[in-house]
């Protein structure tokens, strides 16, 4: 009898023992998707009253970066919500393959407009410029195509990339966000019919932890290249877990980039983080 309770005090204290291995391990991982900086707000949206949104990112599925900002927009009928994508996808990696290669592009160019449907967004246009290529594009052409939309949805507040870190060090978002800071200066010096541009930016950025622990080279970049966020909200992380079935052809990206299933990584990295500033406060390239 008492080697029987012996038994299973030790079985007992050893499933303690690895509860509590789990239970650390797990808050380790979670601390790897926090921030230390940003003030936590229910909406950036709401927060600076804004009537009318406009994001300006370079490939489908870039908008799964802001669900959270745009679910919280999408569901106000009293504001607007316009998305600008730049390229189509088509030099994408398939994760799995669903289509041809060389329909790639329209595949991709469907799932983004069906996904922001999904979440609320009223007007999404996706352009034809090169994926990957954007850096050799001229500024004054994706300028002109970013102009275009502001002028007709007059945005109080454009949400892109920080250009110097893209979020994730690619060239494509980076160009983007150094386009929508081109068209809003412009603006600001040279107002059209009235409008003088939006009078917040929003820059999406990457948690700065995780960035420099395990996403090698181009995270530790990241990290040194981007400011740190004054502002966190909700990500609406079952609407980004709804986006990966929606963006079939990128169905396996986040276990791909991660090595763990996006319901797990999305259960840790459950915020967004911003840098919202005035407009007149965007720096000097």
């Given at each position: 009898m008492k080697k029987i309770i012996l038994k299973h005090t030790v079985i007992s204290s050893l499933l303690f023992f690895v509860l509590v291995l789990l239970v650390i391990a797990l808050s380790a991982l979670n601390w790897l998707f926090e921030e230390d900086s940003p003030t936590s707000i229910k909406s950036i949206v709401h927060h600076i009253n804004a009537t009318s949104v406009l994001v300006v990112v370079a490939?489908?599925?870039?908008?799964?970066?802001?669900?959270?900002?745009?679910?919280?927009?999408?569901?106000?009928?009293?504001?607007?919500?316009?998305?600008?994508?730049?390229?189509?996808?088509?030099?994408?990696?398939?994760?799995?393959?669903?289509?041809?290669?060389?329909?790639?592009?329209?595949?991709?160019?469907?799932?983004?407009?069906?996904?922001?449907?999904?979440?609320?967004?009223?007007?999404?246009?996706?352009?034809?410029?090169?994926?990957?290529?954007?850096?050799?594009?001229?500024?004054?052409?994706?300028?002109?195509?970013?102009?275009?939309?502001?002028?007709?949805?007059?945005p109080d507040i454009v949400v892109t990339f920080w250009p110097e870190s893209g979020f994730s060090d690619h060239d494509d978002h980076k160009r983007m966000g150094l386009a929508a800071e081109t068209t809003i200066t412009e603006l600001r010096e040279n107002p059209i019919d009235g409008y003088n541009g939006p009078t917040h930016i929003a820059y999406i950025l990457a948690p700065t932890r995780a960035m420099s622990r395990i996403a090698g080279e181009a995270g530790i970049r990241v990290v040194a290249n981007q400011p740190l966020a004054n502002y966190s909200q909700d990500g609406a992380g079952w609407a980004k877990l709804r986006g990966w079935e929606i963006h079939a052809s990128q169905r396996d990206y986040v276990q791909h980039a991660y090595g763990l299933p996006a319901w797990f990584v999305h259960g840790l990295y459950d915020k967004e983080f911003y840098y919202l500033i005035e407009t007149q406060n965007i720096p000097l390239r």
């Open positions: 490939h489908p599925d870039d908008e799964q970066l802001i669900t959270g900002l745009l679910i919280d927009a999408g569901a106000d009928q009293n504001i607007r919500t316009a998305v600008i994508t730049a390229t189509k996808g088509e030099a994408g990696t398939p994760l799995p393959q669903i289509s041809r290669y060389e329909d790639l592009g329209h595949v991709r160019k469907a799932e983004a407009l069906k996904n922001t449907w999904a979440l609320g967004v009223e007007y999404h246009q996706v352009y034809d410029f090169p994926d990957g290529g954007l850096k050799e594009t001229p500024l004054s052409e994706i300028a002109a195509a970013v102009s275009a939309q502001m002028l007709q949805h007059k």
